[in-house]
Structures are given as structure tokens and as C-alpha cells.
Nanobody, 115 residues
Framework: VQFVESGGGLVQPGGSLRLSCAAS????????MSWYRQAPGKEREFVAR????????TYANSVKGRFTISRDNAKNMLFLQMNSLKPEDTAVYYC?????????WGQGTQVTVSS
């Protein structure tokens, strides 16, 4: 099982970024998928989750209305559209599948929101 995140970068407050996650090593369409993030000195926290066929989504209160999670099961890809970014969104963002298995985290993608 492997997750490869990309799309991060440096953006000004109020800007947008679209993160991508390429997943492999399992049947992607069988699992709900999620984004998590970890800011410096803080615990990793939940950001958003999407059901296996994309019919249901859940967001952390801190990103609700600004972030949109989506997926492409044909390409084994997960996405996170991030709008109206704030400095407090600065973190390394990770994708993962929702499972009881002990998957390893990917390398993540750094998002920095700063003027």
C-alpha cells in the first residue's frame, strides 16, 4: 500500500491550492479515503473524508465551506481543493484510506500559507 501526495506549496492568505494523492497497492474503490494534516509541534488531525464511491463527505469544522474533497476511482486518485486559505492551514497534508490495517503514511505535501 502506497500513498504519494503532491500539489502543496507556498500561497498567500486567501489563495487556493489543489492537492492530489496517488494511491496504489489496494482496491481503491473499496475504501473511504481521508486527508489529514500535521502542523509543526502539533498532533496529526483529521481534515476531510469521502466515501468509497464519493456519495458522502465529512469535513473538520475548521475547513468546512473552504475545502472540497473528491476522488477519481478510475485513476486511483484523491484530491483536496483548498480555497480561502488561512495561515492556520499551514501543515504537511497526508492522504490515507480508512481501514483498521496499519498502513504507513506517505511523505505528505507541505502547504504554507503566508504573506
Amino acid at each position: 500500500v502506497q500513498f504519494v501526495e503532491s500539489g502543496g506549496g507556498l500561497v498567500q492568505p486567501g489563495g487556493s491550492l489543489r492537492l492530489s494523492c496517488a494511491a496504489s497497492g489496494f482496491t481503491f474503490s473499496m475504501y473511504d479515503m481521508s486527508w489529514y494534516r500535521q502542523a509543526p509541534g502539533k498532533e496529526r488531525e483529521f481534515v476531510a473524508r469521502i466515501s468509497n464511491f464519493g456519495g458522502g463527505t465529512t469535513y473538520a469544522n475548521s475547513v468546512k465551506g473552504r475545502f472540497t474533497i473528491s476522488r477519481d476511482n478510475a485513476k486511483n486518485m484523491l484530491f483536496l481543493q483548498m480555497n480561502s486559505l488561512k495561515p492556520e492551514d499551514t501543515a504537511v497534508y497526508y492522504c490515507t484510506r480508512e481501514t483498521t490495517a496499519s498502513d504507513s503514511w506517505g511523505q505528505g505535501t507541505q502547504v504554507t500559507v503566508s504573506s
